[in-house]
């Protein structure tokens, strides 16, 4: 094998090990874990990380907060609306689901990055406060603030 032809076979394996490299990266990443409620409080929303992958509306700062879901009447008729609302959202997995809370898994098309929605009714103020958040990763690009605003059109529209 002359020179050139062994400089390029050492920069496909390279090449070629790089990429398995990147893959394997990428599909760990999948397979973040939910967090968890509170031990203390299982109907209370998880907090926000500091990092810009999580929207909650208990947060207390701007950059994590989202408004709640806001309803009227019977809360778990709400909660049945808006579980009806998610389930028809693509590439979604309700986890578990009662009148009072619901736990459901968004996979993005490409990558299958997993995002994780929790929401807990609040009858006292009529509104459901919700929490999205990436399991893996530090930004998002404003996809989980985007999902909890689609969630709420959606919600707003669908027949009481």
């Known amino acids: 094998m002359s020179n050139p032809q062994r400089e390029r076979a ?16 990428l599909l760990a990443a999948c397979a ?8 203390t409080a299982p ?7 500091s990092s810009p992958n999580c929207v909650s509306s208990l947060a207390s700062d701007a950059d ?3 408004a709640p879901l ?3 009447g019977d809360p778990a008729a709400a909660m049945r609306r808006l579980r009806t609302v998610i389930a028809a959202m693509p590439r979604t ?6 009148d009072r809370a619901l736990q459901v898994e968004f996979r993005s098309r490409l990558l299958r990055f997993v995002d994780d929605v929790d929401c807990v009714a609040d009858p006292a103020a009529s509104v459901i406060q919700i929490r999205s958040a990436s399991r893996v990763g530090y ?19 669908t027949p009481r």
């Open 70 to 72: 806001a309803y009227r």
């Open 139 to 157: 930004s998002d690009l404003g996809a989980n603030r985007q999902r909890v605003e689609a969630i709420r059109s959606a919600f707003e529209t």
């Open 10 to 25: 050492v920069r496909l394996r390279a090449i070629a090990i790089a990429g398995c490299c990147c893959v394997t990266v």
């Open 93 to 98: 997995t309700v986890v578990a689901a009662s």
């Open 32 to 39: 973040g874990e939910r967090t968890p409620p509170s031990p």
């Open 64 to 66: 994590h907060h989202v």
């Open 43 to 49: 109907d209370r929303l998880a907090a926000c990380p």
